[in-house]
Each structure stands twice: as C-alpha cells, then as structure tokens.
C-alpha cells in the first residue's frame, strides 16, 4: 500500500517560501471564470460546479480552490464543459436547466445552500429530467427531513447523530469493477472520511466505490459503534430508477489531497459517469500541476500560505 506525498504542499501560515518562488496572490480568485456557459453550437455535456462560501480555517474546506481544479480537470475531457458558480448557488438559476450534472462542493446540513427556500423543488425538477447529482465532503451532510427526499436523488447521505466524521487514514485496498473506478488504483490517504451514511434500506441502486476499515476508536454515535470490524463506505454510486444518476464523496477535507491521482481521478470519473459521459478505459485525464494547490484560496484566518517548492536538482 503506498503513501502519495504532494510535490508542493500547503503550510501553516507563516511558513517559510523559497526565495526564488513565483510571485502569485494565493488568494486572488478573480482570474477564474464564473458562469461561463458553452457557444450555441455546443453539442456535448454541460457541468455545473458550485462551490460554496468560505468555510473552516486555511487549507480546509478550500470550496472555490477546490471546485476551481475540478472545472481544470473536467476541461480535459473533449465534450464537456464545466460551468462553475460561488458562494453556495449560481446567480442565474437557468444554468440548472440545461446542466447534466450538478455538483455541490460546500457546508451542508441546516445551512445546506439547497435546503433554503424552495431550492429542492428547483433541484426536484433537474432530477426527473435525469440530471445527474454529485455531492462532495460536507455537502453530503443533510437533515433527516431532507435527507429523506436526497435518497431519491443520490442513494444515500450523512445523517446527523447517526453518521459520523472523523480524521483517520483510510486504506482503500481494493476497488469494484465500475466505470467510475477506470484507472483508479488502491491507496491510503488520510482525510475527514465520512461513514456509516443512511442508505437506502434495499440498497437498490447504490454501489459501495471507496471503502476502508476505519478504526473502532473513531465510532462515535450508537449505529457505528453496533458496526465495529465492519468496513465502511466513503464515497458511492447511485443508479436512479428514472435512469438518472447520482455519486457521494465524502472526503474532500484537506485541500492537499486534491494532489493525490487516484483521489482526483475517481472524482472526475464519477462526475462524467453521472452526466452520462463514457468513462475512458484508463480512466479520465487528470493532469495537475502541484502548483496549482496554492492559488484561489479563500482568505480565511491570520498570515498566509506558501508553498514550499521542492529543491532545485
């Protein structure tokens, strides 16, 4: 089992940079495009990628850093075009009307962006039309009384008082045969994995994609401590019964681990699966610069990051 160490790593603030490191505002996010849709004559594959409001201290939680790379790394598949949105939902709500997927990178649970308002019946309408649902870290987070109607929408979600997320290293030792885990190799990486979710009670639909034996000290809440021994899932695949489909990942914590191949490229997999876009045989492309951890972040807390470059050959 191996151990992916990013090349360019973020620090705590105040770290030492390297004299010769290129001058670039780690927290300037005005160069990313925002709601940017396709030409007329785009016939492929729309995403829409919300990122939500800053959230959690320096290097957690890093939404628009991490929804940015998402919308890089979906540009290098030919035939889609991701649209990414700030702050929780996009300021044109037609952009959901032609999106064939969604996904949602942000807080959940009562401050859950969809939960406000009528937003669920917006989403409700985008489901029955078979458009694809992929939510990501905290946003797999809901109450039980919108969890109930997120079960029809992605098979399963992270239940409050039932669920629990703790830090722990997870070793994904093996992987099912789905498009979604193209090119996807076993890995251990340590994040905040979510686990013991509320799924659907037949399962129907729902396959397990990452699963690990967290560590029975991390079992906090009555149904996780009725599972010790039992390995656990972190992130799932959900075929609808309309045909449409839907994907829950619940790492995402860390913004370092965006550096991890195999993290990145299950993602994007999962998100061209749910837009009904073939998954290549080996797998997306994700190529990605390690540089790339270091820019659109959210200035959140005292001092700054700096990458630490590795040293000159």
Known sequence: MRRVLPAVLLLTPLAAARADEPKVDPYDQSKVPLEVEPPPNFKGKRVLLIAGRASHGPGDHEFFAGTAILMNLLKQTEGVWPIMARDGWPKNEKLFDQADCVLMYMDGRGGHPVVQGDRMKLVQKQIDRGCGWVNLHYAVDYLPQHGKTVLGWMGGYYEPNYSINPHWDAEVRALPKHPITRGVKPFTLRDEWYYGMRFLDD???????????????????????????????????????????????????????????????????AILWAAKVEVPEKGAKVDFDPADLNKNLDKKGKGEFKPILPPKK
Not at 242 to 253: L, M
């Open 203 to 269: 399962m129907k639909g729902v396959t397990p994609i990452l699963q690990a034996l967290p560590p029975d000290g991390t079992r906090g809440t009555e149904y996780t401590k009725s599972r010790k021994g039992e390995i656990e899932t972190m992130a799932w695949a959900y075929e609808r019964k309309d045909g449409g489909r839907g994907f829950g990942f619940t790492g995402g914590h860390f913004h370092r681990n965006w550096a991890d191949e195999d993290f990145r490229r299950v993602v994007v997999n």
